[in-house]
């Protein structure tokens, strides 16, 4: 099966600023080679995410990061703006995420699976799919119009691989040389590679592509899941 992204509008919901470089970014760089058109949303601010020697303005310099590795990657950025750890299925939030939904006009939306470690990860599923439904309806009013139909919906892979159980994979082998650049860009968050409270975050997107690949027979690779709901799963 090869997928082909051509058309499509791609939309990853993430929780914090490093995110789309551990689960997606690859995916993404496809979908763009496929000439989509492509976009991140950060939902929180990672304020919270301070190294050992302490970042003045850390969620205006964990934005600014988040942004360099959108422009390598050649997407939108839209941000959230909720503190860490605050992140809640919510109406306030939901609203928020249901304006973007509305001007961005997602095609195919990738979110956190809803069985990940963290819980802003499982706050931020439990909103992209909420809002996935609520974008295509008139009765739900925002500054945009309400989009023709519901976006598909992907969960993306767990951090670490844990409790995941793939139904497909995405080969991002051409890509894994720009995830690592992304990455690069996050400098806040490579500080704390050796935090005993964190890990180092290249060697492991590095590991977990790599394996998602073995698994699949490539060089490095993406793992997802279909949300398999009414209206939100598509023929591809």
């Known amino acids: ?14 929780a914090h600023p490093d ?22 949303c950060v939902m ?7 190294p050992s020697k302490t970042v003045r303005n850390l969620a205006s310099v964990r934005r600014k990061e988040a ?7 050649g997407a939108e950025f839209f941000h959230g703006g909720v503190p860490d750890g605050m992140l809640s299925d919510d109406a306030a939030t939901r609203r928020t995420l249901l304006e973007i939904y509305r001007q961005f006009k997602p095609s195919l939306v990738l979110a956190h699976s809803p069985d990940d470690y963290h819980a802003d ?9 909420a809002v996935s439904w609520f974008c295509a309806s008139r009765g739900y009013r925002s500054k945009s119009s309400a989009l023709p139909s519901a976006p598909a919906l992907w969960w993306m892979d767990t951090l670490n691989m ?12 051409p890509f894994a ?16 590679a050796k935090d005993a409270d964190f890990s180092p975050l290249t060697d492991l997107m590095r590991w977990q592509m790599q394996t998602r690949g073995r698994q699949a027979g ?18 591809w």
């Open 19 to 40: 995110d789309a470089e551990l689960f997606c970014a690859g995916t993404l760089a496809r979908a763009r080679q496929d000439d989509a058109t492509i976009a991140v």
């Open 218 to 235: 490539v060089a490095a690779a993406e793992a997802f899941r279909v949300h398999n709901s009414y209206k939100r799963a598509r023929a």
């Open 121 to 129: 990860h499982r706050a931020a599923a439990a909103l992209a799919e």
């Open 1 to 14: 099966m090869k997928l082909n992204f051509k058309g499509e509008r791609v939309l990853a919901v993430v």
């Open 44 to 50: 929180c601010q990672g304020d919270k995410g301070q």
């Open 162 to 173: 844990l409790g995941f159980t793939p139904d497909f994979f995405v080969d991002i082998t």
């Open 177 to 192: 040389v720009l995830k690592e650049r992304m990455m690069t860009c996050h400098k806040s968050q490579l500080l704390r």
């Open 67 to 73: 942004q360099a590795a959108c422009k390598l990657l």
